[in-house]
Nanobody
Framework: QVQLVESGGGLVQAGGSLRLSCAASGRTLSTNAMGWFRQAPGKEREFVARISWSAGSTSLADSVKGRFTISRDNAKNTVYLQMNSLKPEDTAVYYC????????????WGQGTQVTVSS
């Protein structure tokens, strides 16, 4: 089993920055990739960013390219989401997920952290 704990959310003004962290514990040696998703009120959960655990290759949603960066610290089993130039439409609950080796899906999820961007 794997446990994921997000932190770093909060209230920020438009144009500001936040850095989210997601710490993984448990059977983390079998990690294939980790990613961030978000869900705004009344909307479906949407993909934000993904990073492969071994090579560190990344992918980002078009809506956040140029503003958000995903990175990882393998030694700390932690993935980060640096969010710059935040917009009110970035307001959502942000979740991190983990794809185990041998899986193509995010089998583990954190509890989520609220990000609110005021205009």
């Amino acid at each position: 089993q794997v446990q994921l704990v997000e932190s770093g959310g909060g209230l920020v003004q438009a144009g500001g920055s936040l850095r989210l962290s997601c710490a993984a514990s448990g059977r983390t040696l079998s990690t294939n990739a980790m990613g961030w998703f978000r869900q705004a009120p009344g909307k479906e959960r949407e993909f934000v960013a993904r990073i492969s655990w071994s090579a560190g290759s990344t992918s980002l949603a078009d809506s956040v390219k140029g503003r958000f960066t995903i990175s990882r610290d393998n030694a700390k089993n932690t993935v980060y989401l640096q969010m710059n130039s935040l917009k009110p439409e970035d307001t959502a609950v942000y979740y991190c997920g983990l794809v185990p080796w041998g899986s193509r899906s995010y089998d583990y999820w954190g509890q989520g952290t609220q990000v609110t961007v005021s205009s």
